[in-house]
């Protein structure tokens, strides 16, 4: 799925902007081999790389990757994919936000993310939990006539279990609302960054259309004289026993 990535960066950056409190979570030591999972165009890759850490941004999207290189040249940048990603070595934490539900394939995620962190290592997270943005959605397939899932929304005991399957131990999980400010304007560019990929078969006026139709029915998220998108995002942190059995 591409991604646009200028757009991203110009109209989107309350993604990083919220991810920024997760940086507390990951608190990254220098020297750490970090790294962030679906960096998009860098911005939160760099700040892990200001605390001395040593950080490494992936992403499966060219543009994005390119993007984060050309802003930030003094930081390593790859394109790979969250599924199949490999590391030169065990890395110290893996960091990803807004990131894990565009992966449909989760097991296959977990299971890399949990085999490329060292023993003892730590896996911190944020993406969209269950129930997010349910009122797009359903506005959206409403509109469109098309039931979609096109995103992978967990909820805490899912992920957990996924994780923990996968040789993790949970050691914190939350799920929280997090209405999210998008501006006057801003449902028809959260439609186009985020939701027109799903329909690359309608021309542009019919998309134009659509967006129209779900301002019209999403009445209820237009708050003090702006949308509101209705974030629902889960936060974990995961970490990999020293030994294999951790109660040893
Ligand atoms: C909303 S952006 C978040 C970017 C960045 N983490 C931030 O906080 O600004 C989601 C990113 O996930 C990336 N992505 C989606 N699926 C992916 C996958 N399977 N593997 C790696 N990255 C993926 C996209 O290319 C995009 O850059």
Not at 24 to 29: F, H, I, M, V
Not at 53 to 66: C, E, Q, Y
Request: proline share 5%.
């Amino acid at each position: 799925m591409n991604w646009n990535a200028i757009a991203y960066q110009k109209q989107h950056s309350y993604v990083w902007q919220h991810g920024e409190s997760l940086l507390e979570l990951l608190n990254a030591q220098p020297d750490e081999d970090i790294t962030d999972l679906g960096c998009g165009t860098g911005q939160l890759t760099e700040k892990i790389a200001a605390t001395g850490a040593k950080v490494i941004g992936l992403d499966s999207d060219r543009a994005m990757i390119a993007q984060a290189q050309a802003n930030y040249p003094h930081i390593p940048f790859q394109v790979a994919d969250a599924t199949n990603f490999e590391l030169k070595t065990p890395a110290d934490a893996i960091f990803s936000n807004a990131v894990l539900h565009w992966v449909t394939n989760a097991e296959a995620a977990a299971s890399q993310i949990a085999k490329s962190l060292k023993p003892g290592g730590r896996f911190v997270a944020e993406f969209g939990g269950h129930g997010n943005v349910k009122t797009i959605l359903n506005v959206l397939s409403k509109v469109t006539g098309k039931a979609l899932q096109p995103w992978y929304f967990p909820t805490i005991s899912e992920y957990s279990t996924l994780l923990e399957s996968n040789g993790l131990e949970v050691v914190y999980a939350m799920l929280f609302d997090r209405p999210t400010p998008l501006g006057k304007t801003g449902l028809a560019g959260w439609l186009a960054m985020f939701g027109q990929r799903f329909f690359p078969e309608l021309p542009e006026q019919r998309w134009q259309e659509i967006t129209e139709a779900v301002e019209e029915e999403a009445q209820s998220l237009y708050q003090a004289d702006q949308w509101v998108a209705d974030y629902r995002r889960i936060r974990v942190v995961a970490i990999k026993p020293l030994s294999k059995n951790p109660t040893v």
